[in-house]
């Protein structure tokens, strides 16, 4: 089902009168959700979640500026996470950077900020 942003948290205050809130252990959305109004709800609510960003200057330009990049298990996957509070978002909050070398990866998905 397609969700609009606007009528996101009537969505989730009725899915919860049908199931336990406690039973959903992680919401993932995409940028569209990427709201504070979103993120308020979420975190009264207790719910751990997980939304994209969309990839703006100010939120580009700190992830540039990351040096500490951890490598995961797998090769060509990087992550770094910093505290950011975007234009709009009444504090700040985690992000989490997915970083992909497509040369390795070539098929992986997600946002390419340059070409190789």
């Known amino acids: 089902m397609i969700v609009p942003n606007t009528q996101f948290i009537e969505f989730l205050k ?3 009168e049908m199931i336990p809130p406690h ?8 940028s569209g959700f990427c709201s504070n109004k979103i ?3 979420l975190e009264k609510s207790e719910l751990d979640y997980i939304i ?18 951890l490598t995961t298990q797998t090769s ?13 978002w009444g504090k700040k909050r985690r992000v989490v950077v997915v970083r992909k070398d497509t040369l390795l990866l070539p098929k992986s998905g997600g946002k390419t900020l340059f070409s190789q």
């Open 76 to 88: 060509g996957i990087d992550i770094c996470s910093f505290e950011y509070k975007a234009k709009g």
């Open 39 to 41: 993120f308020n709800y």
């Open 52 to 69: 994209a960003a969309p990839m703006k200057a100010g939120l580009v330009d700190r992830m540039l500026e990351q040096n500490k990049w």
């Open 14 to 16: 009725n899915t919860f």
């Open 23 to 30: 039973t959903v252990s992680l919401l993932r959305g995409d």
